[in-house]
Nanobody
Framework: QVQLVESGGGLVQPGGSLRLSCAAS????????MGWYRQAPGKQRELVAG???????NYADAVKGRFTISRDNAKNTVYLQMNSQKTEDTADYYC???????????????????WGQGTQVTVTS
């Protein structure tokens, strides 16, 4: 099987930095676009940043200039470097993959709109 495993969340002071990672486990994994979303308490889930398989990126206006998304295709991992954090960045952060193809032991399988379990980020003084 395949999983998206997130890490790097935690507690940080305003102005601080965190780096989130999301790694796809499994055999012979191939991934198209990847992204990070977040959901604050009482709010809808929103896109934070996305990156295509070719490396083209897009960001929510609220994080432009502060956050950087990147990926390591050899490691099937996407990162979110978060700098100059603000209290309003507090949320659960989720990794998303639009299409993930993997070897399930006997054949190739594909998952669409696949999500990680989420990692909590709290920005507070």
């Amino acid at each position: 099987q395949v999983q998206l495993v997130e890490s790097g969340g935690g507690l940080v002071q305003p102005g601080g930095s965190l780096r989130l990672s999301c790694a796809a486990s499994g055999r012979r994994v191939s991934i198209d676009a990847m992204g990070w979303y977040r959901q604050a308490p009482g709010k809808q889930r929103e896109l934070v940043a996305g990156i295509t398989s070719g490396g083209r990126t897009n960001y929510a206006d609220a994080v432009k200039g502060r956050f950087t998304i990147s990926r390591d295709n050899a490691k099937n991992t996407v990162y979110l470097q978060m700098n100059s954090q603000k209290t309003e960045d507090t949320a659960d952060y989720y990794c998303n993959v639009d299409r993930l193809t993997y070897f399930n032991g006997s054949s190739c399988s594909t998952k669409y709109d696949y999500w990680g379990q989420g990692t909590q980020v709290t920005v507070t003084s």
